[in-house]
């Protein structure tokens, strides 16, 4: 009796699971369920990237502004400045009197700044009583150099004096290397201010409502989405303790980790994460729209990542089809092994980064930091600029450049004829494997051979059994258009 009571549990338990793991049209041909999450998705894909498009572009004349701004102070306040800077720096002095000249120039132009402007500028919050500039001078307490007879006394203390009148944004007169060239950096680093008060009327105004009902609405989808994602992962978990019960109870044993974790759908926990940033981005963008907030950069980041993972949530529609479902498959299985893989290569390149910053650093513009190493290596791999990176190594000492040379080509022969082939390798591996799965069968887990079975012999017979391969693939019959499921 006990056996014939559980059989119902038993076959209820299986419906909820093939019906869980079914994709959303055959969830629709089973119970003529309306694929809601999809077509929110649809539309959500849409919205978000035309907010995305509207607000980059309305960043791009934030951008803009600045950088045309900061070369219009450039030319305002550097004497001299040609209109390209020499380097990170903006322009450089070599003699006394250019130094003293370059300051008295910059304070004359604050001065007469609303004359010569073309900008609309301002000195401060009073314009009646204009704001100083301020002179600041870093030295060492106490400093003599003879170079008659290579003699140095320095006091290595640092004194800062302050002298009452002038600073605009920052002009940084560097010599801190004393090799009789001061480098000049100008400084504007322009920050955007809220509107105390903001009167805009006409079209305008009529755009900025429309643009801000927009970007409620994106925000109303996405709650929807966040919503339906949510409930999808409460559900999985529960029906996922209604199987581990059901398991231990009829089998005495416990459910493997790999069947556990096939019930978490991680497409809807990356949907989640976007929702969630694309609502907080929304709500700033909202704010800088209406001039309250002006964190352009804080806006950008989350809706940017929001959008990415809006579009690689494509990949799980895509991977209905069994053509795009292999190289997805493939990734998947991949990723681990290149994870382990680049765990490794990674140490033997921060090894080379480190060698080569401290070794090449003085004598390759390359290798003077190193970020900047990093970048010339990870260019070096991918086979850019090789020639210019030989090439422009100074043979100042026959040593370094002897060691450059080995430094280079040991580099470029382990990472591009040994790594990079090994890295390939590895995909190359999952690929054949996945295809060999997909010709020969799936490996078969508990979860999979509960769904295989059923109490009613005739049933299963009339109907194809829905198995799950190893990432819950969901096969189907011959005569349909090759949909496959996955998590």
């Known amino acids: 009796m006990a056996h014939l009571e559980s059989e119902p549990e038993e076959e209820c338990l299986r419906e909820d699971l093939k019906f869980y793991f079914m994709n959303p049209c055959e969830k629709y041909r089973a119970r003529h369920q309306i694929p809601w999450k999809l077509g929110l998705q649809i539309l959500k894909i849409l919205m978000v990237t035309t907010q995305l498009v509207r607000f980059g572009l309305s960043n791009q004349l934030v951008v803009a502004f600045k950088e045309d701004t900061t070369v219009a102070f450039k030319h305002l306040f550097l004497k001299g400045y040609s209109g390209t800077d020499e380097d990170d720096y903006s322009c450089s002095v070599y003699t006394q009197e250019d130094v003293y000249e370059s300051i008295f120039f910059a304070i004359n132009q604050y001065q007469h700044l609303k004359n010569v402007s073309l900008g609309t500028l301002g000195y401060g919050e009073n314009e009646d009583n204009i704001i100083g500039l301020k002179i600041c001078k870093q030295h060492y307490k106490k400093g003599t150099m003879l170079p008659s007879n290579e003699t140095l006394n320095i006091d290595s203390g640092v004194e800062t004096g302050n002298a009452p009148t002038v600073a605009l944004r920052q002009i940084i007169y560097d010599n801190r290397a004393h090799s009789g060239k001061i480098k000049i950096y100008f400084d504007s680093d322009a920050n955007i201010e809220e509107c105390k008060v903001l009167n805009i009327s006409g079209s305008t105004q009529k755009n900025t409502q429309y ?221 054949d494997t996945i295809k060999k799965y997909q010709q020969n069968g799936f490996p078969e887990t508990d979860l999979q051979k509960f769904l295989k079975e059923c109490s009613n012999k005739e049933g299963c017979r009339e109907e194809p059994s829905a198995c799950l391969s190893h990432l819950c693939c969901l096969q189907r019959k011959e005569n349909d258009d090759h949909w496959i499921r996955f998590n």
Request: charged share 15%; hydrophobic share 50%; glycine share 4%.
């Open 211 to 431: 643009v801000l009902v927009f970007d409620a609405f994106v925000i109303l989808i996405c709650l929807a989405s966040l919503v339906l994602c949510s409930r999808s992962i409460v559900l999985a978990l529960r029906l996922r303790k209604r199987f581990r019960s059901f398991f231990l109870e009829k089998y005495q044993r416990r459910v493997c980790d790999a069947d556990q974790w096939e019930f978490i759908n991680w497409w809807y926990v990356l949907v989640i994460i976007s929702d969630l940033m694309t609502i907080i981005g929304s709500i700033l963008k909202m704010e800088i729209k209406a001039k309250n907030l002006t964190n352009y950069d804080l806006c950008s980041i989350l809706l940017g990542t929001s959008t990415l993972f809006v579009w690689v949530g494509v990949i799980r529609y895509l991977g209905y089809f069994q053509t795009y479902n292999v190289l997805i498959l493939t990734m998947q299985a991949s990723l681990p092994k290149v994870l382990r893989f680049c765990a490794c290569a990674g140490m033997i390149y921060l090894g080379y980064t480190f060698c080569g910053w401290i070794v090449l650093g003085p004598y390759h513009d390359k290798f003077e930091d190193l970020g900047t190493v990093a970048e010339c290596l990870f260019s070096l791999v991918n086979g850019d600029d090789m020639f210019a990176t030989f090439a422009q190594i100074q043979q100042k000492s026959i040593l370094v450049w002897l060691f450059s040379r080995l430094y280079l080509y040991s580099f470029i022969s382990l990472f591009i004829y040994m790594i990079l082939s090994l890295f390939i390798a590895l995909i190359t591996d999952s690929y």
